[in-house]
């Protein structure tokens, strides 16, 4: 379903002169002035008082539909500076410092990918991809996390395939589970930080297990709209306290032609053990928080991208 076009499309009809879109990345061309075969043929008036029945010749030619569709290519930079602000986002959003991430490496696995799959890189590399650029985490109100990540491909069907192949990943809705061991500074895959300064002295080398839950399904608005919802918990015991919360993340995954607009909204709840867990923001997203900042990002991209 062609929602917002990012792309321009010229059909040649005899006799009729059609104006193709105008863009950086197109241009009008220009229709030959008709041939002597197809000029008008007057024919002369009948003698006869029984007006002449006989149907006129249909000159007109068939629509070409074979006409393949020009995308517009979007490069790197294109979608890097796409990227929505945090003055794009409204009031109570915060810059981190965090910096746009292009072309990411390709990977997958329990803890990497969702529901121990491909990541979203690898899966764009999978589905032909031409510029993958993510951007950087911003904190808005109520201690949620927030980001936008920006995909071009050569074409719709392309761009639909990568969106086909995330609804099957994003699967799992019995869960994955996987362990990683509590290191102050990781250096190994399976090595993992979860707690501030001050926790060495117990927590080194204890055991973190990981629980994920994946589910996606296209929005009734049709399948260029994926939703997806995950929820990944963790636990530790040191010192006979266990230590545990959830991250859920909401995302959602707009096509447009042969770009995708990735919009994620996450935050942390279920915190337990930890020093000072009364004071802890318990953050856990719900759609009507997805939506408002899909709004506000979406807007500053299609205006960046050429299509406000």
């Given amino acids: ?44 008036p009948s003698t006869s008082a029984v007006p002449d029945t006989t149907a006129a010749a249909d000159t007109t030619e068939a629509v070409d539909s074979s006409t393949p569709m020009d995308f517009v290519q979007f490069t790197t930079d294109d979608l890097t500076a796409a990227l929505p602000a945090v003055a794009d986002l409204g009031e109570g959003w915060i810059d981190q410092g965090g910096t746009p991430l292009v072309d990411p490496e390709p990977a997958e696995g329990l803890g990497v990918g969702s529901c121990g799959g491909p990541n979203g890189a690898s899966r764009a590399s999978t589905t032909g991809a031409t510029a993958v650029v993510l951007g950087p985490v911003v904190l808005g109100p109520g201690e949620r996390r927030a980001s936008t990540s920006l995909y071009s491909f050569p074409d719709d069907e392309s761009a639909q395939a990568f969106l086909d192949l995330t609804k099957q990943t994003i699967a799992c809705g019995d869960g994955v589970t996987w362990d990683w061991i509590q290191k102050s500074n990781p250096v190994a895959a399976n090595e993992y930080n979860g707690f501030g300064p001050g926790f060495e002295d117990i927590t080194e080398n204890q055991i973190w297990h990981f629980t994920e839950v994946g589910t996606s399904e296209y929005s009734p608005d049709g399948d260029d709209i994926l939703l997806a919802n995950t929820d990944r918990s963790r636990e530790l015991t040191a010192a006979n306290v266990t230590f545990s919360q959830t991250d859920t993340t909401l995302t959602r995954y707009d096509r447009y032609d042969n770009v995708v607009i990735v919009t994620q909204v996450s935050g942390s709840w279920g915190h337990k053990g930890y020093v000072g867990v009364e004071t802890i923001v318990q953050f856990h997203p719900v759609a009507a928080d997805l939506d408002s900042y899909t709004e506000a990002a979406q807007r500053a991209v299609l205006s960046a991208l050429g299509q406000e």
């Fill in 1 to 44: 379903m062609l929602r917002s076009p990012l792309l321009c499309s010229a059909v040649i009809v005899s006799l009729v002169t059609l104006a193709s879109c105008s863009g950086s990345d197109s241009s009008s061309t220009p229709t030959a002035a008709p041939t002597a075969s197809e000029a008008a043929v007057t024919t002369a």
